[in-house]
């Protein structure tokens, strides 16, 4: 195995009731100043916003409003955030809400104690920021498993660049499995797609050696699939949810990337189709990985066998590559089961999108098993329509 260093500096509360718990006793040294940050008004809906507020009035914090965070996060939103905290003299933020509303927070939180853009600080000089405004999460849908990491993926419209940045890491996470009940059910399936995809971008990432890793990752990708399953035949099995909301978290932990180098291009270039056609990040996925693994599964046979027999039950076919094709055909007909879309038009993005720019900014990766061009990422787009 690869030599790694792990560590993970967020607690996690998980289950039923742990805001109503912990929440107060967690806020007790953070400062005055709270600043609670959330989407486009769900948590007003379901609830979670009066139970939040109320928690944070009765810990004595004077409460800094900051709604309106979008899917797909931009970074006007940050810099708008990052104002925010210097105008109230934010001293902890507090994000409520799912991967975009935690991925803004993360950036906000260092453009706020940053005098330079985070921006070109990140993507042009490549220098990474250190000093952060401290936050905690409270996840509200599952799916991208951002709770648990210093990651974050934010769109610049202006450039048309959705990409990764890094930023502060909540010091605690709250994962309810039934905060996610009020979460529209296409979402919950687009996000428990995401989880899929994060392990198997990582499985399919080098090394391929007898490891670790990627056992725990086969079982955490068998039991997303068993539990969506479960999920379409009882929507509101709390059980499969809090499966979901926990494989979730551990896609992105850390702990099934231990000692790989990990792949990831499947998710390169959906961003980019993020930032030219502002998609669903999950449906987005679902469209491109069939089409992608097509493409470069003879470049890796006896690693899709594996995924094949090892994740989808398949028995040996009369050659290895029959086998390996038989693994990424058993998920292009799992996604049709649960209901994600199997193309572009399906998923309302325009064909004359210019799939041309989207290829061409596409980060190419060390790639799993064959290295693409933009060429090749191209002809993948032109199949996906
Ligand atoms: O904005 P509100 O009104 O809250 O509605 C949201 C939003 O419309 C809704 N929702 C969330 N919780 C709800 C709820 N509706 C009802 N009840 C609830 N309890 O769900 C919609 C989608 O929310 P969003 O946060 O955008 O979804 P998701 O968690 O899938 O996050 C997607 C973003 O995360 C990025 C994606 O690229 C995308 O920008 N990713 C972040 C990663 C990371 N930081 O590690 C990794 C991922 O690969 C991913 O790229
Ligand atoms: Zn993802």
Redesign the pocket.
Known sequence: MNNFIYGNTTKVYFGKGGVKEYLCCLLKNVGDTVMLA?????????G?YDEVTAILQKAGKTVVDFP??????TYAKVQEGAKRVHENHVDFILA????????CC?IVSAQAKSAEDIWEMETVKRDFPTDFIPMGAI????????EM?N?????NEAQKI?C?LMGAQAQFVFLDPS??????FK?VI??AF?TL??GMETYFGKPYDNNLSDDINEAVMRSVIRNIRILLRDHENYDARSELMWASSMA?NGILKIGKITD?QC?QI??QL?AYTDC???QG?AVIHPVLYRHIYKNGVERFVRFAENVWGIKEKKTAEKTALAGVEALATFIEEIGLPTSFMQMGIPTDTNFRAVADSTNITAGCCKKLTHDEIYEILQECI
């Open positions: 959330y989407g486009g008004g769900s948590i007003k809906k379901n979670i309106g965070i979008m899917p797909n996060p409520v809400g799912g991967g975009s509303v935690i991925d993360k996840v509200t849908a599952a799916g991208t498993g951002s990491n990651g974050a993926v934010i769109t959705k990764g905060y996610t009940m009020s979460v529209p979402q687009s996000g995401d995809s994060h992105e990831f998710h959906e961003h993020g669903n990040h999950g996925l």
